[in-house]
């Protein structure tokens, strides 16, 4: 006791001599290395600043329904941290003001905030991003995603999530980047570079957080926040990458997840949190828990209390805690209690620091205060949402050229609950989106097609319920009409959090709607708005043509229409296989083979999903080369070129993605089916050809990790595989 009395004595002195010498600290001081900076900052902090640090309030209401916001409270000038939920940048900057100038050392708050698909402009859902397979466009949305959110007063978006998710079950396989964990990895890079841009001190970025590690997305039975039972080979194959690929690419920071993971939750794992992430891959950021994450360690009996769990994930490597308050309640004690060490609390403090000075939030530690005018929905920001909204789309079926309405179609019927929805299309977590900036699917049809098309509208149902009042007046606009477009889907919390769900087809009365339109027996064009794969093995048979819109966001009315009407040729392929049954679940691509690969199927539905991951098909037809390889034998040290020439020997132009898969058929741990090592999105003008190229590293696309992380490389017989081409090569020593 006396010994914090003394040293604390010291700090005081020590700022009072500095201040009346006139002199900054150190810390305060730009020019010196960060590094020092802090050991100056943490040399002059008490123990009660030095864990608030710690902490992160909430600012408002969280909007998100799971997490009961908080009253406004009092915030305190030391505290760490801020979920801010306002748009307001005045009110920030007066908060921070507090912080800077009512709090003894002037540390700054750093603001942060769910941006997962947008702002207020609002993107697709992630997991349609992917289907767009185009990096660039992902890139630019987080670009925009983090001026809009700065602007308004963040530094830091709790995105991107990076859960590899295989059971559509699970609500939160809307918020990924699907099935494949390259996928995740690969856009994992390109969403932290859009966020953080080049150097995070710069105005218009943010801190961008990797979210949940780990292993959230594998909750039993896609129950969310369940348990995970995840072995150590399936967390180093599957969920680990994206993770290593985003810290590669300098995401500042990770959110813990609240699963457990086989008996010891994601937010007290010693092992993921500090032996890989900060000592393997060297992670020199924080981590924060997820929300209430500390306390479910709770109900997840691994800690009697909120004391011990608060002991349990600091020590684990939590360094902020959200929400709880739990640090700032009861780290004191433990410290006292010799049961945290001081040390370990300077650690954490560090990283933090870190993250706030690499942010510029000592020097800069307000944002621009500018019109609402100019900070949202600019013209450019609207023309990538609907260019990612466009390329999201996926065209699973497409019978006799039934798409595109040309003019061949004189009268469209416009069916469906999502037609005039301005809520739902923007999907869940859908930032500070609103639904009056939403151009609905009506509005862009009727732009889209004024004076070429007369198109007559029912709603025919609405999502669910029993009520078929309204399938006479759709009977009645279908039979005016050449062709019927049928606007079916999901509510937009019936995926993202707490968005489970024990069957993945839509309820029966939309499909109901659609087997009555049928009658009249004019072709059918379904339009899927969904926050997940769907199970079709019904509608699939109904319809002569389905888009999968996913939730496209702001721009959905133009980029539906543009997409019907030709002026957007899809180009998206599925991020996430399409199983034919919710009972097929999990089925995804890259699966082990089985013992007895044409048995053991379940006996009522066909062997295979109804549509794999990368299915999607286009306006236009792509004839592929076969595949050439430089070599047919190579060593370790050597690179191995294949290229595909691709025509476009359609009609009209259009972007085409070239998927490259590795089998390797025999290894001493063994492998997937196939595996995405690369792939490459191009534009080919109409009668032109373009060459793909994938540089083929050993080390990197041949080798395997094992249950500890470590890496393999063996020898032998590897194919590569695109479309239905399957070509050998082999490895020698
Ligand atoms: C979610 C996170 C989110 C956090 C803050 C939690 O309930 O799981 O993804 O970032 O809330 O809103």
């Known amino acids: 006791m006396k010994k914090i009395f003394f040293s604390t004595t010291?700090?005081?002195?020590?700022?009072?001599?500095?201040?009346?010498?006139?002199?900054?600290?150190?810390?305060?001081?730009?020019?010196?290395?960060?590094?020092?900076?802090?050991?100056?900052?943490?040399?002059?902090?008490?123990?009660?600043?030095?864990?608030?640090?710690?902490?992160?309030?909430?600012?408002?209401?969280?909007?998100?329904?799971?997490?009961?916001?908080?009253?406004?409270?009092?915030?305190?000038?030391?505290?760490?941290?801020?979920?801010?939920?306002?748009t307001n940048p005045e009110f920030r900057n007066q908060i921070q003001k507090k912080a800077m100038t009512e709090s003894r050392l002037g540390i700054p708050i750093i603001f942060g905030f769910d941006a997962i698909h947008g702002y207020r402009t609002v993107f697709p859902i992630?997991?349609?991003?992917?289907?767009?397979?185009?990096?660039d466009l992902v890139k630019q949305s987080c670009t925009i995603t983090a001026k809009e959110s700065w602007l308004s007063g963040l530094d830091w978006t709790f995105s991107p999530m990076l859960d590899v998710a295989r059971d559509a079950r699970w609500g939160r396989v809307s918020e990924g980047y699907g099935e494949d964990t390259f996928a995740n990895a690969s856009f994992a890079v390109a969403a932290v570079q859009g966020y953080q841009g080049n150097n995070l001190a710069d105005k218009y970025t943010i801190a961008a957080c990797l979210k949940h590690y780990i292993g959230y997305s594998l909750s039993e039975g896609g129950r969310d926040y369940h348990y995970s039972d995840i072995s150590n080979q399936t967390l180093w194959e599957t969920f680990m990458p994206p993770f290593e690929a985003g810290i590669h690419a300098g995401a500042a920071t990770v959110m813990s997840g609240f699963n457990d993971i086989s008996g010891v939750p994601a937010s007290a794992n010693h092992y993921t949190l500090t032996e890989v992430?900060?000592?393997?891959?060297?992670?020199?950021?924080?981590?924060?828990?997820?929300?209430?994450?500390?306390?479910?360690?709770?109900?997840?009996?691994?800690?009697?209390?909120?004391?011990?769990?608060?002991?349990?994930?600091?020590?684990?490597?939590?360094?902020?805690?959200?929400?709880?308050?739990?640090?700032?309640?009861?780290?004191?004690?433990?410290?006292?209690?010799?049961?945290?060490?001081?040390?370990?609390?300077?650690?954490?403090?560090?990283?933090?620091?870190?993250?706030?000075?690499?942010?510029?939030?000592?020097?800069n530690p307000y944002v621009d205060v500018v019109t609402e005018k100019k900070r949202y929905l600019l013209p450019n920001y609207l023309k990538v949402a609907e260019e990612l909204a466009a390329e999201s789309m996926v065209l699973l079926k497409n019978e006799s050229a039934t798409l595109p309405i040309t003019s061949k179609y004189k009268d469209l019927a416009i069916i469906g609950p999502m037609v005039k929805d301005s809520v739902h299309i923007m999907g869940f977590w859908e930032g500070m989106g609103q639904p009056e900036?939403?151009?609905?699917?009506?509005?862009?049809?009727?732009?889209?097609?004024?004076?070429?098309?007369?198109?007559?509208?029912?709603?025919?149902c609405d999502f669910d319920g029993n009520d078929k009042s309204g399938f006479e007046a759709a009977l009645e606009a279908v039979k005016k009409s050449d062709a019927v477009l049928v606007f079916l889907g999901e509510k937009r919390n019936w995926s993202g959090e707490n968005g489970s769900r024990s069957t993945i087809a839509l309820p029966k009365i939309q499909e109901e709607l659609v087997s009555e339109l049928r009658k009249a027996g004019k072709p059918?064009?379904?339009?899927?708005?969904?926050?997940?794969?769907?199970?079709?093995?019904?509608?699939?048979?109904?319809?002569?043509?389905?888009?999968?819109?996913?939730?496209?966001?702001?721009?959905?009315?133009?980029?539906?229409?543009?997409?019907?009407?030709?002026?957007?040729?899809?180009?998206?392929?599925?991020?996430?296989?399409?199983?034919?049954?919710?009972?097929?679940?999990?089925?995804?691509?890259?699966?082990?083979?089985?013992?007895?690969?044409?048995?053991?199927?379940?006996?009522?539905?066909?062997?295979?999903?109804?549509?794999?991951?990368?299915?999607?098909?286009?306006?236009?037809?792509?004839?592929?080369?076969?595949?050439?390889?430089?070599?047919?034998?190579?060593?370790?040290?050597?690179?191995?070129?294949?290229?595909?020439?691709?025509?476009?020997?359609?009609?009209?132009?259009?972007?085409?993605?070239?998927?490259?898969?590795?089998?390797?058929?025999?290894?001493?741990?063994?492998?997937?089916?196939?595996?995405?090592?690369?792939?490459?999105?191009?534009?080919?003008?109409?009668?032109?050809?373009?060459?793909?190229?994938?540089?083929?590293?050993?080390?990197?696309?041949?080798?395997?990790?094992?249950?500890?992380?470590?890496?393999?490389?063996?020898?032998?017989?590897?194919?590569?595989?695109?479309?239905?081409?399957?070509?050998?090569?082999?490895?020698?020593?």
């Open 10 to 86: 010291l700090v005081f002195l020590h700022l009072l001599t500095l201040q009346s010498q006139n002199k900054k600290p150190l810390y305060k001081d730009k020019n010196k290395p960060i590094e020092e900076r802090i050991d100056n900052l943490i040399s002059l902090m008490t123990l009660d600043e030095k864990i608030m640090q710690l902490n992160q309030w909430t600012y408002g209401k969280n909007a998100n329904p799971n997490n009961i916001g908080e009253k406004m409270k009092a915030v305190r000038p030391e505290i760490g941290s801020l979920l801010y939920r306002s």
């Open 126 to 135: 992630p997991l349609a991003q992917a289907c767009s397979w185009n990096t």
């Open 277 to 363: 992430l900060k000592n393997k891959w060297k992670h020199d950021g924080f981590v924060i828990s997820d929300w209430g994450s500390v306390r479910n360690l709770v109900e997840q009996s691994v800690a009697k209390d909120l004391k011990e769990a608060s002991m349990k994930a600091f020590l684990a490597g939590v360094e902020m805690d959200m929400v709880d308050n739990a640090y700032m309640d009861y780290l004191p004690q433990l410290v006292a209690e010799g049961k945290v060490p001081i040390a370990t609390i300077d650690e954490a403090v560090r990283r933090i620091l870190r993250v706030k000075m690499k942010l510029g939030l000592f020097e």
């Open 437 to 460: 900036d939403v151009e609905t699917i009506y509005e862009g049809l009727e732009k889209e097609f004024k004076n070429k098309v007369k198109l007559h509208y029912a709603l025919g």
């Open 524 to 733: 059918i064009i379904l339009m899927l708005s969904s926050g997940r794969p769907l199970e079709l093995i019904r509608l699939n048979e109904m319809a002569d043509a389905i888009v999968e819109i996913w939730q496209p966001g702001t721009k959905a009315g133009s980029s539906v229409a543009g997409i019907l009407s030709g002026r957007h040729n899809p180009s998206g392929k599925l991020s996430i296989t399409f199983p034919q049954a919710t009972g097929q679940i999990p089925i995804y691509y890259n699966m082990r083979e089985s013992a007895r690969p044409k048995l053991g199927h379940y006996q009522d539905i066909p062997r295979d999903p109804l549509y794999w991951f990368g299915h999607g098909l286009s306006y236009t037809t792509y004839d592929y080369s076969p595949i050439q390889l430089s070599a047919d034998k190579i060593t370790k040290n050597e690179k191995l070129i294949a290229e595909i020439e691709v025509t476009n020997s359609g009609e009209v132009q259009g972007k085409e993605t070239v998927l490259w898969f590795i089998q390797d058929p025999f290894a001493t741990i063994s492998r997937p089916m196939k595996e995405l090592k690369y792939f490459e999105k191009k534009e080919i003008k109409k009668g032109k050809k373009v060459i793909y190229r994938f540089d083929i590293d050993p080390i990197r696309d041949l080798s395997y990790v094992d249950s500890f992380g470590n890496r393999h490389l063996e020898t032998g017989d590897f194919y590569i595989i695109v479309n239905n081409q399957k070509i050998k090569f082999e490895l020698v020593n």
